[in-house]
């Protein structure tokens, strides 16, 4: 193509080499086309030289700030930062090692991994300890289990909630695949993942109840765990209902060591300990005597939506065994509902509906939620509930721990999973004022602080990476959030 704005004729001559214009243009143009001067050729040089290097200057340019290795922050936090290491673990998942530089110059090592969510190359799920309640796992160990028993490649995992070290139970809400493992009344924030995999950070408050075919309607007081009203267990409670109590564990003995600052959960005693039992095997004693509902779910169970349920038996009193993919209803004795029970307008057959509600965003189904505190970020600045936490004064705060936090971005598209190594000489930990920055600073809208110190873990792929000197070290964890892909079937 001939560009008809072009003042060079020269240029012309160079692309076609005189010869074919030469019969086109008329005869007072040919001699422009065939005898360019010598310093026409010189100017269109020193121009295209010109060009070049100012190309080369802004790609120069554009590859230095594409590989800064600092990012400033707000002075009186962190200073910078910087990708010491990343690597591309599936397309949609990249883990990152960065080294940030703290306010006092000493240093930090972070180890972040960001999953693109609503990919479906791999899966999100938390994960129980032994798939059952008041049970404690490694996180490698865990990860081996998944790996070897479920037929999932884990990819990458943290550990997950805070517990309890007397019932070694998760605080606040736990949901893994639809069902609920535990919830007890922490005000707590959670990380709610919908069926697209997308996250939401709201409050972790549910509400369940049962509607039976009459059109009644009576609410579950309790899951997983002991209440004057009625209770819900499910395969997490354990094989058999009521779940047998069983003797102090061996690593409660020395309970001071297990808790210390790292942790929200109260100093237990032998005594306190002691005490705990006793209630339990009273509370073994009562849900012995109520009746029972046996279920089966006729569809995977999920929060804010229906699951119809198949009366399997109805038991007046008795221990009894955990129905496959169903559960079990207790109700006390003098509830409205025993009386249903005992009239056989409930009997074997009959479909009732379980439905778990959230407080908020009660529209949209979740299939796993995990619990934490305090909120670190929100729509993109450091919340109030952090300056709440840190009037408390409490070590927990306050050092610089080892840390784990979860966060998402502004459109709700990317997953951070997320944790703070400290080890002597190589990292000195984060607060949670410096770890809220640092999550707003990786690109998290919303963040979430769970369980740290000697429990914070983190496994990428079939390796330990924090703590740095292996699985023998690291804390038995009550759950760990995982993200997995399915094994190729071999042929």
């Known amino acids: 193509m001939i560009n008809a704005a072009s003042t060079e004729p020269f240029c012309l001559e160079a692309t076609t080499g005189g010869r074919f214009l030469a019969g086109i243009l008329p005869a007072a143009e040919r001699s422009v086309v065939s005898l360019p001067s010598q310093q026409k050729r010189r100017k269109q040089t020193v121009r295209k030289t010109r060009k070049t290097t ?6 120069r340019r554009f590859a230095k700030k594409r590989t800064a290795p600092n990012v400033s922050v707000r002075p009186g936090l962190i200073r910078g930062m910087t990708i010491v290491y990343d690597t591309l673990l599936v397309p949609g998942v990249i883990y990152r090692r960065v080294d940030v530089e703290l306010a006092d110059s000493t240093h930090a090592l972070v180890h972040a991994v960001t999953c693109v969510v609503r990919n479906p190359r791999y899966g999100i799920e938390l994960v129980q300890a032994h798939d059952r309640l008041g049970r404690l796992e490694t996180l490698p160990a865990l990860t081996r289990r ?23 139970q998760p605080l606040g809400i736990s949901l893994s695949d639809g069902e609920i493992v535990a919830v007890t009344g922490a ?136 129905p496959l993919r169903g559960c079990v209803l207790t109700v006390p004795r003098g509830h409205p509902l025993e009386k249903v029970i005992e009239s056989g307008k409930l009997k074997r057959g009959d479909t009732v509906i379980l439905q778990v509600r959230t407080l908020r965003n009660d529209s949209i189904p979740f299939h796993t939620a995990i619990s934490g ?119």
Request: glycine share 8%; aromatic share 6%; hydrophobic share 40%.
């Open 146 to 168: 998944l790996d070897s028993a479920q037929g999932k490649i884990v990819l990458a995992a943290i550990n997950g909630s805070f517990w309890r070290a007397g019932t070694r």
């Open 187 to 322: 005000p707590w924030y959670a990380l709610w993942l919908d069926r697209r995999w997308r996250p939401w950070l709201d409050t972790g408050g549910v509400v369940a109840t049962v509607h039976l075919s009459d059109g009644s309607t009576y609410r579950i007081d309790a899951i997983n765990a002991s209440a004057d009203g009625v209770q819900l267990f499910n395969r997490y409670a354990g094989d058999s209902i009521p779940v047998l109590p069983g003797q102090i564990p061996a690593e409660l003995s020395t309970a001071q060591r297990l808790i210390t600052s790292d942790t929200l959960d109260p100093q237990w005693t032998s005594d306190s300990l002691a005490a705990m039992l006793s209630t339990l095997q009273h509370q073994w004693q009562r849900d012995l005597q109520k009746p029972k509902v046996l279920l089966r779910y006729l569809r995977q169970p999920m929060v804010n939506q229906s699951t119809p349920c198949l009366v399997l038996r109805t038991l007046d009193s008795e221990r009894v065994e955990v």
């Open 54 to 59: 100012t190309v080369r200057a802004k790609r």
């Open 373 to 491: 505190t305090p909120l670190l970020v929100k729509n993109g600045t450091v919340k109030p509930q952090l300056e709440d936490t840190l009037r408390r004064g409490s070590p927990f705060v306050e050092q610089r721990l080892s840390r784990t936090a979860i966060g998402t971005d502004v459109i709700q598209s990317v997953l951070y999973l997320v944790t703070v190594e400290q080890s002597p000489g190589r990292s000195v930990g984060m607060s949670l004022r410096e770890l809220a920055q640092f999550m707003k600073t990786f690109g998290a809208s919303d963040a979430l602080n769970l369980d740290g110190g000697g429990s914070a873990t983190m496994v990428v792929g079939d390796r330990c990476v924090v703590p740095p000197s292996g699985p023998s070290q690291c804390r038995a964890v009550a759950n760990a959030l995982v993200i997995w892909r399915r094994k190729p079937l071999s042929r």
